[in-house]
């Protein structure tokens, strides 16, 4: 069973608005590359809020 997801507050470095994880949907749709990448779309400016950036994937040896 999945614990209900917290609520983190974030603010957009482009225009300071404040939004909660809880609502707004990701940007990143968990593809086939996951490396645990988190990003939101501010939804006053619409810019790119990076929590976590896209991790180069390396490979194996």
Known sequence: MF????????????CNFQFSNLDVPRSCSNCFACTGCEIYICPDCGEEVVIKAVKKRTVGT
Do not use: G, L, R, V
């Not at 209900?4 to 957009?12: G, L, R, S």
């Open 3 to 14: 614990a209900p997801k917290k609520e983190k507050i974030y603010t957009c470095s482009n």
